[in-house]
């Protein structure tokens, strides 16, 4: 059962738009959420995070929205680049693990295609 | 560089020989978490250290997977027996101190093919 879905696997936006990724979760446990990029054959590099406190966080032209009542957070980065297109991974954490540490649940990722 | 290290980038082997995947984390870090990605899924957890104790091993997927982590730093991921569903990318992970609003940093990963 997935705990954390991003259901769009692709996304294509014009350079200059407004690009919006979405993703929802199903456990209220989650406290900390978190975004990551994944160009080919590269790890996953961190973008921006949200604490569950907050409903909005900015950081240059990406802000991530957080609504906990819907379990729904996006992503959306204006404007839109070409050196944007990657995947994108929505990642949650807070569920305790055995060890008391949290670890990471991911979602499967939505590819971003920003064309000239 | 300063970030995490995976070798070798690529490993194909045939099914039934054993594997072993190297990570070098971040310097300093001491949270290491290995995952894998199969074609078409999202990252799954395979396993958690601190420091050189693994409190969290719940994600390995049989008792073919091991890791061991040596003096707090390099981590290695041995596959036993492997099998063409073990087909993956592997991915090393380190942050700080382990704790959720820390940021994973990642490697490349080790792609490996079984055939």
């Known amino acids: 059962d997935q705990q954390v879905k991003q259901n769009s696997p692709s996304l294509s936006v014009q350079e200059g738009r407004i690009s919006i990724l979405n993703c929802d979760y199903t456990n209220s446990m989650f406290d900390y959420f978190l975004w990551y990029k994944k160009y080919p054959a590269e790890g996953p590099t961190f973008l921006i995070s949200?604490?569950?406190?907050?409903d909005k966080n900015e950081d240059g032209r990406f802000t991530v929205f957080l609504n906990k009542s819907a379990k729904h957070l996006s992503l959306h980065i204006v404007p839109s680049q070409p050196g944007d297109s990657a995947v994108y991974f929505c990642a949650a954490s807070g569920l305790p693990s055995n060890s008391g540490y949290s670890t990471l649940t991911f979602g499967k990722g939505t590819m971003l295609l920003v064309s000239p | 560089g300063a970030g995490v290290s995976q070798s070798p980038s690529n490993k194909v082997t045939e099914k039934g020989k054993d594997v072993e995947l190297r990570c070098d984390p971040i310097s300093g870090h001491t949270a290491l978490y290995w995952y894998r990605q199969s074609l078409g899924q999202g990252l799954e957890f395979l396993i958690y250290?601190?420091?050189?104790?693994?409190?969290?091993k719940s994600g390995l997927p049989s008792d073919r997977f091991s890791a061991e982590r040596t003096g707090g730093s390099v981590s290695t991921l041995t596959i036993q027996r492997t099998q063409q569903e073990d087909s993956a990318v592997y991915l090393c992970a380190s942050s700080s101190d382990g704790h959720s609003n820390q940021p994973q940093h990642f490697g490349d990963g080790t792609r490996l093919s079984i055939l």
């Open positions: 250290f601190q420091g050189n104790s693994a409190p969290d």
């Open positions: 949200i604490s569950s406190i907050k």
